[in-house]
């Protein structure tokens, strides 16, 4: 054969491949193609936001996107192929489209879980299992988690997952079902069935409205100094407080305090991070931070993303938080 024809024939069958990718329309080959489109970062990430927990109850609106009705799109809409450096946060309707936009510019994919999906790790049927994503986000959960979710969860993060846990204060119960973010988190820590407390964290019932500096000095915690820059302060507008446990986990660390705490002090932490054999978690107790202020009208929200008295410090640590949990820094 010529050396003519074994290039046509290399050609086609390179093709041929390219063709056979092109027609396989499935959730996960769609997923793969925004993430080889959008790969501005080294190492994309796949970012999944949990909506069926009722994240948007009452004032809620702790999705990335969302309909005209404010009902949750497992998609964000438009299309985050379409987003580019310049694309504004108001693309997308959701009080957290300022985190979805900000993940899609450095390239990585986010998608978010709806009516009809199911929290599940290991099920290979369902094209939404944990085990299909790095880092799974779930601000101000306002139903329980059942018994088979807190297993696919905590195990989600022990095999290598990144989980990132936003609670709201004390009494914060927004759907009237007798248990708020407090509650909900602290049943998934303490019942379930992989271990008891895995992550040495615990939500305080408590409720506090303060801004504060009192942050750790670490010059290499990459989520208070991470590639978004240095988080100065932490503004919280009715949220909780984290106690630590180190006994039960001794990676267990506090980052941020209440004004006036020791940075050795195990209550009174505003936000915390520890690690779960080969996953990593970080606890925020307060949704104000991540509240671009722009989610359905019909709510009433607040720009805690970009709040100009804080200079950009929560932008910073919700996205360095993030890229820590996915193993990029």
């Given amino acids: ?44 990430k796949k ?14 609106d702790w999705v990335i996107s969302e309909n005209s009705s404010g009902t949750p799109l497992r998609y964000p809409n438009p299309d985050q192929l379409t987003v580019t450096a310049t694309t504004l946060e108001t693309y997308w309707q959701g009080g957290l489209s300022s985190w979805g936009i900000a993940l899609v510019k450095e390239g990585h994919y986010v998608e978010s879980i709806v009516s009809g999906g199911s929290i599940t790790y290991g099920n290979t049927s369902n094209t939404q299992d944990l085990s299909k994503f790095d880092v799974f986000v779930v601000d101000e959960p306002n139903i329980l988690f059942t018994s088979a979710e807190k297993t696919a969860i905590v195990n989600f993060v022990k095999n290598g997952g990144g989980l990132f846990m936003i609670a709201d204060h004390t009494v914060s119960d927004r759907n009237n079902d007798g248990k708020d973010s407090p509650a909900i988190w602290n049943d998934l820590m ?12 615990a939500v305080e019932l408590t409720n506090i409205s303060q801004t504060s500096t009192n942050i750790l000095i670490d010059p290499t915690n990459t989520i208070l100094n991470g590639a978004q820059g240095a988080v100065t302060k932490l503004k919280f507008s009715n949220g909780a407080t984290i106690k630590l446990t180190p006994t039960a986990n001794s990676t267990a660390k506090g980052m941020i305090w209440k004004t006036g705490l020791a940075k050795t002090s195990t209550t009174g932490v505003m936000c915390a991070s520890s690690t779960f054999f080969n996953g990593r978690v970080v606890l925020i107790t307060d949704s104000s931070p991540a509240d671009d202020g722009t989610g359905n009208p019909n709510d ?27 193993k990029l820094q």
């Fill in 1 to 44: 054969m010529s050396i003519k024809k074994i290039l046509i024939s290399l050609t086609f069958v390179t093709l041929l491949f390219s063709c056979s990718d092109e027609i396989n329309t499935t959730a996960n080959e769609q997923n793969s193609k925004a993430i080889k489109r959008l790969a501005i970062s080294t190492t994309p």
């Fill in 47 to 60: 970012f999944l936001f949990d909506a069926i927990k009722a994240e948007t109850a009452g004032n809620a």
């Fill in 190 to 201: 303490t019942n379930n069935t992989v271990q008891t407390n895995p992550f040495g964290l």
């Fill in 300 to 326: 009433i929200l607040y720009n805690g993303w970009s709040d100009a008295t804080v200079a950009n410090s929560h932008s910073r640590l919700h996205l360095n938080a993030s890229y820590w949990l996915a």
